[in-house]
């Protein structure tokens, strides 16, 4: 994975801790690792909201934990086994408290059901994304010294009553729910059957999460959603529907200060009535992730994508038509099943065309249960695939740098999200609209401020800019 500036919907290569500390005199305490994809983030905050509401404090020192709960991702083979190799440092704690519980929440609980009681012989939870409301339950089980399991998918379930507790430090940035679930079939995913049938959330609560945000001090929300074009809520009672641009213009209209992001948006069914939104707000970010997968035609039919290389190119000039100067990202899956040279060229075409801001770019693992496994031969052998990721990634290095270097002399409005990460005590860091992260000294800025900022020096991961008068 390349990521050189922000967190998407994506594996992260580190799982992250509970960053607050809630009800700290609660006897019981639970700690928490997040893994994979924003919208598991998300869910870590549900589930500590559930929680919390059951009376349970939380804590970030292992050793105090009554509860361990690991948040965690099935996309990659790579990603399952951090969590295996996390699991077992956890052995030892259990040996010195005959108490502590683990559980295994999200995406690998959801794909392995009550195997993963039968291979991880310390797990005492598995509990899958659409059954967090049973969890107070399955810990008493659990504490009666039964192994509990609940992996029950829903065609409803959005939780959208429930108040995700903010785990993340800054104040200024959040993420909000928009969807659960993928009726995309894409051969390589395991989306589809971890998160089950996609459903939208209600609008109402959307905005309202979102206002409370703002009001709180938040100045910049992202809608996800493994799909976010395909957002629709139909209510029935009134007989009225709200589309993804539709629910894009509500937020938006809450407060002009608050930026709004969106993540993931799927080539097939991005429409011009988006990109025309988008255009027409300025708090809406110029910025669109907008994952290729390969660049050959032949592939994506393989993978199930239902575009062209062709219809992928199209959609790219009609975002800079219609948004001139949005920025746009791009994921990468290289060495799928029977990928020639010759489709991997094309791949090269297309990023090269695109010259993507950001890239996250992965060799192809092979996921029980999916289409491709069922239909066709990992045959890639992995020296080719690794060969392949570098040649893709030496592409994107070259994209950034012509990118950065173009970056030189503008002005941006930057949103101040914290301390930099060099040099804290002197600078601060913010995002670009076209979501590009931007170190700059502090001067009287405050976090969570807009400050106009002219770029005055770029490396190939970072840019560094001064605040205007
Ligand atoms: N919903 C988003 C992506 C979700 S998964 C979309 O439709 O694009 C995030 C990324 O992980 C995908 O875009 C893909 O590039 C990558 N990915 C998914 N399954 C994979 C697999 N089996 N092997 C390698 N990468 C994979
Ligand atoms: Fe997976 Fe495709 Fe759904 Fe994205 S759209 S989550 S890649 S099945
Ligand atoms: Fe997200 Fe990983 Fe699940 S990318 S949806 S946590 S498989």
Redesign the pocket.
């Known amino acids: 994975m390349l990521d050189l500036s922000s967190k998407t919907?994506?594996?992260s290569v580190q799982g992250s801790a509970l960053e607050s500390t809630l009800n700290p005199e609660s006897k019981k305490k639970f700690y928490i690792e997040s893994y994979g994809?924003a919208m598991n983030f998300n869910d870590s905050e549900i589930i500590a909201s559930i929680l919390h509401q059951h009376g349970y404090g939380s804590t970030q020192n292992l050793e105090q934990a009554d509860l361990i709960l690991l948040n965690t991702c099935s996309?990659?083979e790579k990603a399952e086994q951090t969590v295996r190799f996390r699991l077992n440092h956890f052995k030892g704690l259990k040996k010195r408290n005959r108490s502590l519980l683990v559980g295994v929440l999200g995406c690998m609980a959801e794909r392995l059901k009550d195997k993963l009681l039968e291979e991880e012989k310390l797990v005492d939870i598995v509990i899958g994304p659409d059954a967090y409301r049973s969890l107070p339950s399955l810990i008493e089980e659990a504490e009666g010294g039964q192994k509990s399991v609940n992996v029950l998918l829903s065609r409803e379930e959005t939780y959208a009553d429930i108040s995700p507790v903010r785990l993340d430090q800054n104040g200024v940035s959040s993420f909000v729910s928009i969807m659960r679930g993928?009726n995309?079939m894409?051969s390589?995913?395991?989306?589809p059957f971890t998160r089950g049938r996609e459903r939208s959330r209600d609008p109402y609560s959307i905005v309202r999460e979102a206002t409370e945000l703002f009001e709180q001090g938040y100045r910049e929300v992202t809608l996800l959603g493994?799909?976010v074009d395909s957002y629709r809520w139909e209510d029935e009672a009134h007989h009225t529907s709200v589309s993804f641009a539709q629910l894009l213009e509500k937020v938006a209209l809450i407060d002009p200060l608050l930026r709004v992001r969106f993540s993931?948006s799927?080539p097939k069914d991005i429409t011009d009535e988006v990109l025309f939104t988008i255009a027409k707000y300025e708090n809406i970010c110029n910025y669109i992730h907008l994952?290729l997968?390969s660049g050959s035609t032949r592939i994506l039919q393989l993978m199930n994508r239902t575009y062209t290389k062709e219809w992928y190119l199209h959609k790219i000039d009609r975002i800079r038509e219609i948004i001139p100067g949005c920025a746009i990202s791009t994921?990468?899956?290289c060495g799928f099943c029977t990928e020639t040279e010759e489709d991997h060229q094309e791949t090269i075409s297309v990023m090269k065309y695109g010259v993507y801001e950001l890239a996250?770019i992965?060799?192809?693992?092979?996921?029980p249960g999916?289409l491709a496994s069922r239909r066709y031969e990992d045959d890639v052998p992995a020296e080719v695939k690794s060969r392949r990721l570098s040649e893709i990634i030496d592409v994107h290095r070259e994209n950034s740098r012509i990118r950065n270097l173009e970056e030189l002399g503008r002005i941006h409005t930057v949103l101040v999200e914290g301390p930099a990460k060099k040099n804290a005590d002197s600078d601060h860091c913010g995002r670009t609209d076209t979501n590009k992260m931007v170190n700059f000294a502090k001067g009287n800025s405050q976090i969570g401020d807009y400050v106009k900022v002219k770029i005055i020096d770029s490396s190939s991961g970072s840019l560094r800019g001064e605040i205007l008068p």
């Open positions: 919907i994506d594996e994809c996309i990659r993928c995309n894409c390589f995913c395991v989306v493994q799909n993931t799927h994952p997968q994921d990468i899956i996250y992965y060799a192809y693992s092979e996921r999916t």
